[in-house]
């Protein structure tokens, strides 16, 4: 089963996202409270744990919620493979993924500076909220069928 293991925000650009109780999504809009939030395609960023898995297999022990500036952290779903379009049900809110990656700062961020490489740009997702809800940890994730064919 698909669950969310922390959601993030953080109240300027620029800077590591801090993790929450709870946050809460509001359609067209994002997450009430975070930087990134407004009427754009990357309302909120999701990154999977087994992505953060690989960068402390390279030696980055420590690394917190939101140190990839994610807002959302998952288990248990793939979330690089979902294509775009694909809606998610997570808790009682309702999301669209609208890009898969993204291009990394023309210097690099600190973890790739130290490791190499990072799993952002390539294994990041982002989306905007369709549905208003408040979500937490161990909220369950659900890939909505689509039923209008």
């Known amino acids: 089963m698909a669950i969310v293991t922390s959601v993030n925000i953080s109240e300027k650009k620029g800077i590591r996202k801090h993790g929450m109780e709870s946050i809460r999504l509001v359609a067209g809009h994002g997450i009430d409270g975070d930087a990134h939030a407004g009427n754009w395609h990357r309302q909120i960023s999701m990154l999977a744990e087994e992505s953060i898995d690989k960068m402390r297999d390279l030696g980055l022990h420590g690394l917190t919620p939101g140190a990839f500036a994610e807002n959302i952290n998952t288990r248990g779903i793939d979330l690089k493979s979902l294509p775009v379009g694909t809606k998610l049900s997570i808790g009682d809110a309702l999301v669209e993924v609208t890009q898969i990656g993204k291009q990394c700062h023309?210097?690099?961020?600190?973890?790739?500076?130290?490791?190499?490489?990072?799993?952002?740009?390539?294994?990041?997702?982002?989306?905007?909220?369709?549905?208003?809800?408040?979500i937490k940890k161990d909220d369950s994730i659900m890939i909505q069928e689509d039923r209008s064919l």
Do not use: R, S
């Open 106 to 134: 023309d210097d690099g961020c600190p973890i790739q500076k130290a490791t190499g490489q990072c799993v952002m740009p390539t294994e990041g997702i982002f989306v905007i909220v369709l549905k208003d809800g408040v």
